[in-house]
């Protein structure tokens, strides 16, 4: 297994997890600023910090929500070892989607190092959606996620998330 993978099966659940973080608002627009990471998100969507990452959504509870969490890697990511890894980061999620008692609906590379799965699963009689985000690089492995309800179309914060999503340090 590749060395920091087997954890994200743990934190997936509460979808948090990175260092002390800021948050700058613009607009309809909050900049989080974690260690290792810059991500933006909607606005008015309550942030909750983890020693890893942060967490937001639109009110405390809700299905829809976004997270970035940052986990330390054992050896750092080469581009070389992509073919391996992304055979590991695709068992990781049939393994998600199998304790969640869903299935992985998609499965794309964005680029090397860029993985994103899409899970469609049940959790106290609600139908939802989750997508995942993998980012290799590397001492770093950043996991993105947004979740929301399966009736809802993918909401516009998923996309923005994962396109502002900037690794630092």
């Not at 800021?22 to 942030?47: I, L």
């Not at 020693?51 to 969490?69: C, F, K, M, N, Q």
Request: proline letters at 7%; a positive charge.
């Amino acid at each position: 297994m590749y060395p920091g993978l087997a954890a994200l099966l743990l934190i997936t659940f509460a979808g948090c997890g990175g260092g002390p973080a800021a948050k700058s608002v613009t607009g309809d627009t909050q900049v989080v600023r974690g260690q290792g990471y810059t991500v933006s998100a909607p606005a008015d969507w309550q942030r909750v910090q983890t020693p890893r990452g942060a967490t937001l959504s639109p009110e405390p509870g809700a299905d829809t929500l976004v997270s970035i969490t940052l986990f330390r890697l054992i050896r750092p990511f080469e581009p070389a070892v992509w073919p391996r890894a992304r055979a590991e980061l695709d068992h990781v999620a049939d393994r998600l989607a199998l304790q969640l008692g869903g299935s992985v609906e998609s499965r794309h590379t964005l680029k090397t190092g860029v993985r994103q799965y899409g899970l469609a699963y049940e959790r106290k009689g609600a139908k939802l959606k989750q997508q995942i985000t993998f980012v290799l690089r590397g001492r770093r492995e950043y996991e993105l996620l947004c979740r929301w309800k399966a009736s809802d179309h993918e909401p516009a914060a998923c996309g923005r998330f994962v396109e502002s999503f900037r690794p630092s340090g």
